[in-house]
């Protein structure tokens, strides 16, 4: 039998995409429908279009492989070490930031700070003078961290001397690397470099490296997946939430802390990572990191693996186009301000954290975390409808990291920027929002929705390669 | 002023505080503000910034602060009113679970596994892709949008047709699938009538007359109007044939459509041959002599066309519906006669104003070779093209559901405005005899169309008492008593108003035409 004469015997079930008029009337008269919310996509070039259907059986299979080797990660962090003697490609005039390039007059107020509080911490500068001098001297290079396989939240800052927890993908021996939360107030990552931050990041150096270096070689090794999927079982989306899994990281090195160092250190660093519920957040950036990283260079993904801000540009990276980055200006985040604070104090989006968007966290899985919804919108609702959002342009569903409230529905994972423009749904993002002057930290938190021109530029830049490579055969067959 | 709330033992947290304190500090009439919890540090920055009352500083840890300035005592209530309005809003909690509509055909079938038809009313340029998608997915499309390119629509046809699915449209206003009115239809009663049609009025009209006699319709399949043009060959309009032939619920197969292209005719011929269902078909200005001598018993128009298949599907001799005809056709003639007497001498043309652009169509199709000239926007056979469609000459037929008044406006079906004003624009001019109009019910349609035609008839009623003369208003009204706006009910209205209300356009198209005759 025809389609047609089973559409006659069967009970009309109807998809509708456009008037929503229609599908009220469907509704009327108790038709079984689903409404599209449908919008035209980012961008309306044919050519582009044209060539990736052309090349689509080969997107697939190269994407499919990019989620394998995303999924199939196995973060474990494995110890710490000075910057300069573990990060690739680190030397001692070389300051990492986060986001994509940036030079050092194009920085962001914040950013800016944080190199100026680096340079002094370094003993590279005394004064704020001095520093600002150097930095603009061309003696000291700036790289983004994830250049270095690394990552950082906010400025992103890492200098040389900065201890750095070293994270390896057991799967494919790919490594990562982060540095220490140093805490909420006024702290190097939002760009402030006052005598108290300088102080607090010696005494990082001096007291918390080495406690917990002893700790974590002591135990060998410790799950970060593990605990992140245990995390978002008790109300993390591990960005802007990171309670539990601060809790069962410190659970795990505890007994350890204690056993290893005197009691006075012990004590003060245990009360150190208690009062800090953001401490796991780094970890949960490199682990996203590690995991991202083991997909690059994959001919022909379009799966995003970087999504990452410097405070003055939005950038991301595709697996299928190397080490190109895609840019965009970044945005100023819908937020929540603290009192005394404004939409006009706030620098616009900054700091590789988004990385735990990319890989599927942060506001990806945001309907695991009924706590900070507010920050959404009020209603635990909007953050659910987020993450269902969020599975429209993303390739898979995670195997580890699931949701409870959607039945352990895995989160969203891997970002199809072919997905993003066709379908005009851009990631949504969970941060905290900087002050745009340097010093003054952070003041408010939210949400955001990725700028379109990265991913459009993304798309095209994708869609020329092929372009080229369909040139290529066309003159192999001539 | 500065005022202080303390709310003892209230405990929020940050973020529920922050939002308090983002409503608050929204309100026009606030200069300044803050919503926090009683701690010292808190309490401190409060004093830094004015805002500590004596009441706030015996505030503890756990209890809610909330301060504000603003400039009299009367704001200050109204604040608080605003702010408790607030601290309950944040209470409620939602307890319904997410929903979200998905944002593509693929994530809809998830939502809807069995899903067997999918309904697209995008733009043009775009909806030829979200079609092939559904297609490629193994569903039918209804495709209500036009501006679809003609290569799009072969495209999809052609696909469509290997796959056995449908394609209705580019341009289909209306179907009526398994009892269910799709987008602009009637709710019509089940029955064992199948329709094909190529015009969307079309079918509304057949669907209702035939409902209206008391029979029923098993299927009602919308083509589009180019389906049966050269390039597309027809290919839905025959395999909708095809498939009416082969559903066991449909007894009598109906065809509707503006003249096919001849190859197309010819198609249609060889395969209603090999059909042993009775065929009834509206080609309406078609040349009759490609259809001559083939099963199809063709009907001069749309109200013929229906009951004919009304007659076939109840059994009934064919012959009784001609002669019905031409015993309604006595009754117009007693209406004219009482109706022309009241006329001026002056008082020579005809003005019909459509919504429907079948409805235009099968009223020129009266008014062919007329001793005067007839204008349309839309001209049909000896009809010539008005000048400015904005202008009526001699006599005038114009469909104003044509691209060329509905652009960035709603259908006139729906928008009754731009029609409105032409009636009364015919009304002051004094050589109008007669206005035809149409009125459309249904889905889709105006869902109180008295209320937008009956102050316009008024308006005609009281400028020709001012002119000192009679203008007859015929109108026939396309619809059930099952639709929304009642049919009964609207016809009834419109008979107390004076309007010559007719059961087709057919009808109200010869009244009209033995009127203008009579006059002369």
Not at chain 1, 110 to 131: Q, S
Not at chain 2, 391 to 416: A, C, N, Q, R
Request: overall charge negative; charged content about 25%.
């Amino acid at each position: 039998m025809k389609e047609m004469n089973k559409l006659f015997e069967s009970e009309l079930k109807v998809i509708n995409i456009g008037l929503k008029s229609f599908k009220e009337t469907l509704d009327e008269q108790h038709v079984y429908s689903v409404q599209v919310d449908w919008k035209p996509p980012l961008i309306s070039d044919s050519t582009s279009f044209a060539v990736i259907r052309r090349y689509s059986d080969k997107i697939t299979d190269a994407n499919k492989e990019a989620l394998k080797r995303i999924l199939n990660s196995k973060p474990v962090l494995v110890g710490m070490g000075r910057a300069i003697d573990v990060i690739p490609g680190m030397k001692k005039n070389l300051l990492l930031h986060a986001g994509p390039p940036v030079t050092w007059d194009k920085m962001c107020g914040p950013m800016k700070g944080a190199v100026i509080g680096a340079l002094i911490y370094e003993g590279f500068a005394k004064t704020f003078d001095e520093a600002e001098k150097l930095a603009a001297s061309g003696e000291i290079e700036f790289s983004p961290c994830h250049e270095h396989a690394a990552v950082g939240p906010m400025a992103g800052i890492v200098s040389p001397s900065m201890p750095v927890f070293i994270l390896e993908n057991e799967e494919f021996g790919n490594k990562a690397f982060c540095t220490m939360n140093e805490g909420l107030g006024k702290v190097l990552r939002y760009g402030a470099y006052d005598e108290s931050v300088i102080e607090r990041l010696r005494w990082m150096e001096n007291v918390l490296y080495p406690s917990l270096k002893k700790a974590i070689d002591k135990i060998g090794k410790i799950d970060l997946k593990n605990i992140i999927a245990q995390a978002l079982h008790m109300g993390d989306e591990v960005h802007n939430r990171n309670r539990a899994a601060t809790s069962l990281l410190y659970r795990t090195l505890a007994p350890e802390i204690v056993y290893q160092n005197e009691k006075e250190n012990a004590i003060s660093v245990l009360n150190f990572i208690n009062s800090n519920d953001h401490f796991f957040l780094n970890l949960s950036m490199g682990v996203s990191k590690v995991s991202l990283d083991a997909a690059r260079n994959i001919e022909n993904s379009s799966i995003v693996i970087v999504m990452a801000r410097n405070g003055t540009e939005f950038g991301i990276q595709l697996s299928g186009t190397g080490d190109k980055w895609f840019t965009g200006v970044s945005p100023i985040p819908e937020a929540l301000y603290f009192t005394g604070y404004s939409k006009d104090d706030a620098n616009p989006d900054i700091g590789d954290s988004s990385i735990t968007e990319t890989n599927g966290l942060g506001g990806f899985a945001i309907a695991a975390s009924p706590a900070i919804v507010q920050f959404v919108g009020g209603s635990t609702n909007d953050a659910v409808n987020y993450t269902l959002k969020m599975y429209e342009i993303t390739e898979a569903e995670n195997n580890v990291y699931k949701i409870p409230y959607l039945n352990f529905r895995g989160t969203p994972t891997g970002i199809d920027v072919i997905k993003v423009i066709e379908k005009n749904i851009l990631p949504f993002i969970d941060t905290g929002v900087a002050h745009k002057n340097a010093g003054i930290g952070q003041i408010g938190a939210g949400v955001l929705e990725a700028p379109a021109d990265p991913f459009k530029n993304a798309f095209i830049g994708f869609a020329n390669q092929f372009k080229k490579k369909s040139g290529e055969e066309e003159n192999e067959n001539k | 002023m500065v005022t202080g709330i303390l709310k003892r033992g209230e405990y929020f947290d940050s973020v529920s505080l922050m939002l308090i304190a983002k409503k608050i500090s929204e309100l026009e009439i606030v200069l300044d503000s803050a919503a926090v919890m009683g701690t010292p540090e808190n309490k401190s920055m409060l004093q830094t910034s004015g805002l500590l009352t004596d009441e706030l500083q015996n505030a503890g840890d756990m209890d809610l602060m909330i301060a504000y300035k603003c400039n009299s005592q009367n704001e200050s209530d109204l604040i608080l009113q605003k702010i408790n309005e607030f601290l309950k809003k944040s209470d409620e909690t939602e307890k319904s679970s997410g929903s979200q509509n998905p944002s593509s055909i693929e994530s809809a079938i998830k939502i809807l596994p069995d899903a067997n038809l999918v309904m697209i009313s995008v733009a043009g340029k775009y909806a030829g892709d979200e079609a092939m998608k559904a297609l490629q997915n193994g569903l039918n499309v209804m495709l209500f949008s036009d501006n679809v390119s003609i290569e799009k629509e072969i495209e999809l046809k052609i696909f469509a047709k290997e796959k056995g699915l449908f394609v209705m449209g580019p341009d289909c206003g209306t179907a009526i699938i398994n009892g269910v009115p799709l987008a602009f239809a009637n709710v019509v009663n089940r029955g064992n009538i199948g329709i094909v049609a190529a015009s969307g009025t079309g079918l509304q009209e057949v669907s209702c007359l035939i409902s209206n006699s008391g029979c029923g319709i098993s299927q009602a399949i919308g083509t589009g109007g180019r389906d049966v043009k050269k390039e597309v060959g027809g290919i839905m309009f025959l395999e909708g044939i095809k498939v009416l032939a082969e559903d066991k619920n449909t007894d009598v197969i109906l065809l509707v459509s503006k003249p096919p292209a001849d190859e197309v005719i010819i198609k249609i011929v060889e395969l209603v041959n090999k059909i042993e269902k009775p065929i009834v078909g509206v080609f309406l200005n078609a040349s009759i002599d490609l259809l001559k001598q083939n099963k199809i018993n063709i009907a001069k128009t749309l109200e013929e066309g229906a009951l004919l298949a009304v007659a076939y599907s109840q059994k009934k001799n064919i012959k009784d519906v001609i002669s019905d005809l031409n015993k309604r056709e006595s009754e117009l003639k007693a209406i004219v006669e009482k109706e022309s007497m009241k006329l001026n001498p002056e008082q020579k043309y005809l003005r019909a104003l459509f919504s429907g652009g079948t409805f235009c169509d099968e009223t020129q199709m009266f008014f062919q070779k007329m001793s005067e000239e007839v204008f349309s926007n839309t001209p049909v056979g000896t009809v010539k093209k008005l000048k400015d469609i904005w202008k009526s000459e001699k006599h005038t037929i114009v469909d104003l559901g044509d691209d060329d008044f509905t652009v960035g406006k709603p259908h006139p079906m729906i928008d009754y405005s731009t029609r409105n004003k032409r009636i009364l624009a015919e009304a002051k001019d004094p050589e109008t005899a007669v206005i035809l109009l149409d009125i459309v019910l249904g889905y889709g349609s105006n869902m109180d169309p008295l209320s937008e035609i009956i102050p316009v008839i008024k308006e005609v009623k009281k400028l020709a008492t001012q002119q000192k003369k009679h203008l007859p208003i015929i109108c026939s009204v396309t619809g059930t008593d099952k639709d929304a706006q009642n049919r009964t009910m609207v016809a009834t209205a419109l008979k107390a108003e004076g309007v010559l209300v007719m059961e087709s356009n057919a009808a109200a198209s010869k009244l009209a035409k033995f009127l203008i005759e009579k006059k002369r």
